[in-house]
C-alpha cells in the first residue's frame, strides 16, 4: 500500500495565502489566478482546505462584478 502521494507544484506563501483569503470571494478564482500565477484549480483547492467559499447564489454575483 503506498503511504501518500508526492505533491506536485509550489507551496503557498503567507502572502499568497492572505491574497486568497482577501479576494477569492470578491474576484472569483479565475481571476484570482491570474493574479497569483496559479492555476484555477489551484486556487480552487487550496480555497477549499481553508474552507473559504463562495456560496452558489453568490458566483454569479462574483461573475458579474468581475465583468462589469
Known amino acids: 500500500m503506498r ?11 503567507e502572502r499568497e495565502i492572505t491574497t486568497l483569503r482577501r479576494f477569492y470571494q470578491e474576484i472569483g478564482p479565475k481571476n484570482l489566478a ?5 492555476t484555477p484549480n489551484a486556487v480552487t483547492t487550496k480555497a477549499r482546505e481553508l474552507n ?5 447564489g453568490d458566483r454569479e454575483k462574483v461573475e ?3 465583468k462589469a
Do not use: C, H, Y
Request: charged share 25%; aromatic share 4%.
Open 34 to 38: 491570474t493574479r497569483l500565477g496559479r
Open 3 to 13: 503511504e501518500s502521494i508526492a505533491r506536485i507544484g509550489n507551496s503557498w506563501t
Open 64 to 66: 458579474a462584478r468581475v
Open 52 to 56: 473559504i467559499i463562495v456560496p452558489r
